[in-house]
C-alpha cells in the first residue's frame, strides 16, 4: 500500500523505541521511588543543619552572657578593692595624728602659766612633725634658698643688696612634699639683686 508521498506503510520509521517519553508520576517504576527519596533527604538535610545552627548559636549567646556577667562582677569586684584601698590608706595616715589630737585635748585642759603652755604647745608641735615625717612628709627648705619654680611659689621679688639675686629671703608659708610629690610650694619671697 502506496501513500501520497511515494512511501509505503512498511517502509516508514517506526517508533525509536530507546529514545521514547519518561514514565508518568502515577508510575511504580523504581526510578521515580528514587527521586521522591532524595527529595525528601535533602529537605531533611537543611532542616537539620538549621537546627544544628540554632543550638550552637543559643550555646554561644549563653557563653557571652555569663562572660559579661563575670566581666561586670569582676569590675565591680575591682572598684569596691579599690574604694576599700583610699578608706584604708586614709586610716592608716589618720591613725599617727590620734596621738597629736590627745595631747592638744589634754593641753586644753589644764590650766597653766603662759610659758609651760607654750612650752606644752611646742612639745605637740614636735610629736605632730613626727607623725607627718611617718607618713612620708617633709618641709620644703626655703629661707636662704636660691628660688626654684618647682617648689616655691614667689608672692614678692624685693630689691636689696644684702642677699644674691633670686634667693628666697623670707617664707610666708611652708610647702611641704610627700615623698617625691608636691602638696604644696612654698609661698616667698625673693631677692632682686641689680648688682649681681
Not at 528514587?34 to 550552637?56: C, D, F, N, R, Y
Not at 609651760?116 to 604647745?121: H, K
Not at 615625717?133 to 643688696?161: C, N, Q, W, Y
Amino acid at each position: 500500500m502506496k501513500k501520497s508521498n511515494g512511501k509505503s506503510e512498511t517502509e516508514m520509521p517506526g517508533l525509536d523505541l530507546e529514545h521514547e517519553l519518561p514514565p508518568s508520576d502515577g508510575d511504580d517504576s523504581p526510578s521515580g521511588a528514587g527521586v521522591s527519596g532524595a527529595s525528601a533527604s535533602a529537605a531533611s538535610g537543611p532542616e537539620a543543619e538549621l537546627q544544628k545552627l540554632k543550638a550552637e548559636r543559643d550555646s554561644l549567646l549563653d557563653r557571652l552572657a555569663r562572660a559579661q556577667a563575670e566581666f561586670d562582677n569582676a569590675r565591680k569586684r575591682a572598684a569596691k578593692e579599690q574604694q576599700d584601698f583610699r578608706d584604708y590608706a586614709a586610716a592608716d595616715s589618720i591613725k599617727p595624728l590620734l596621738p597629736v589630737m590627745d595631747s592638744f585635748e589634754r593641753a586644753l585642759q589644764v590650766k597653766s602659766e603662759p610659758g609651760d603652755f607654750r612650752s606644752g604647745v611646742e612639745l605637740i608641735y614636735k610629736q605632730l612633725q613626727d607623725a607627718l615625717a611617718k607618713l612620708g612628709v617633709r618641709a620644703i627648705p626655703a629661707k636662704g634658698e636660691p628660688f626654684d619654680p618647682h617648689v616655691h611659689e614667689a608672692i614678692e621679688m624685693v630689691e636689696t643688696s644684702q642677699a644674691a639675686d633670686h634667693e628666697v629671703i623670707e617664707e610666708l608659708q611652708r610647702g611641704y612634699k610627700l615623698k617625691d610629690r608636691l602638696l604644696r610650694p612654698a609661698m616667698v619671697k625673693v631677692a632682686k639683686n641689680p648688682g649681681n
